[in-house]
């Protein structure tokens, strides 16, 4: 089997069936096997194999992301945090204020707390994508993303290879979530009771799935990119294994 596919699916199996710690187990296992059968064979690089570079840099970004997906889609995930908290639609926001002033503030919230509902519902999808942009990962990307000297490297890379994967998987799921969280409902109340007021000049039309899809997407970079940040600085002692020191203290140097 091709060692990157291979891995792959342990990623995959990892991030999709266990928790944070017991991924980091098997993931250091597999790296270990890989890099004990291929270390004789890598050109070295400062005491670093290929294998080690590429291995450490999977395993960095297997737990950010995984941390990631965990953080946001926990209840309020999105709702309790101000950097990813779904808002009104843009063009739903000019009517927002009236409808609270006109005591409707119960409905708003209800509404506001669906869209972020249905975004945590989704991410849970975000795994198995992930997982196979990292089984591609080539020790090319991984020495750009290392030594780019660019703090969001590894987040624009899997902005790259998993945007239109993680829109068509998120899709449907949040067109499902927002059925069961009855926005359809609140948006139609919303719309209605502003198209009845006489300030209401035109009537506002929002792809809510598009919408939410598209947010929930952003939210889970901006975790992503904080998950890559902390590693790249080893904030709170992020490099947490002699594998992940190893390589991103190599890396420090280079920079």
């Known amino acids: 089997m091709n060692k990157n596919i291979g891995l792959g699916l342990i990623l995959l199996a990892g991030m999709t069936g266990s928790g944070l ?3 980091g187990q098997i993931l250091k296992k597999i790296l270990k096997t890989s890099s004990d059968q291929q270390n004789t064979k890598a050109p070295k690089q400062n005491n670093l194999s290929n294998t080690e570079i590429n291995s450490g840099l999977k395993q960095a970004l297997s737990n950010g992301l995984t941390s990631s997906i965990n953080t946001l889609s926990a209840k309020n995930g999105f709702l309790g945090d101000a950097a990813v908290k779904i808002l009104m639609p843009p063009e739903a926001q ?3 204020k009236t409808l609270r002033s006109v005591g409707m503030g119960k409905i708003c919230d209800q509404f506001i707390s669906s869209l972020n509902g249905a975004a945590e519902t989704a991410v849970k999808e975000a795994a198995p994508v992930f997982a196979n942009s990292l089984s591609k990962m080539t020790i090319t990307d991984a020495y750009n993303i290392l030594l780019s000297g660019q703090q969001d490297a590894a987040t624009t890379f899997f902005k790259t290879t998993t945007t239109p994967d993680l829109t068509s998987k998120f899709s449907p799921i949040v067109e499902s979530a927002l059925g069961k969280n009855n926005v359809s409902t609140y948006w139609t109340q919303l719309t209605s009771a502003y198209n009845s007021l006489p300030l209401a000049f035109s009537k506002v039309n929002t792809d809510l799935n598009a919408y939410v899809t598209q947010k929930a997407i952003d939210g889970l970079f901006v975790k992503v990119a904080e998950q890559e940040l902390k590693i790249r ?3 709170g002692g992020s490099r947490t294994t002699p594998l992940l020191q190893k390589v991103f ?7």
């Open 249 to 255: 203290g190599w890396a420090d140097k280079q920079n």
């Open 21 to 23: 710690e017991s991924q």
């Open 94 to 96: 000019k009517i927002e």
């Open 233 to 235: 600085g080893n904030l």
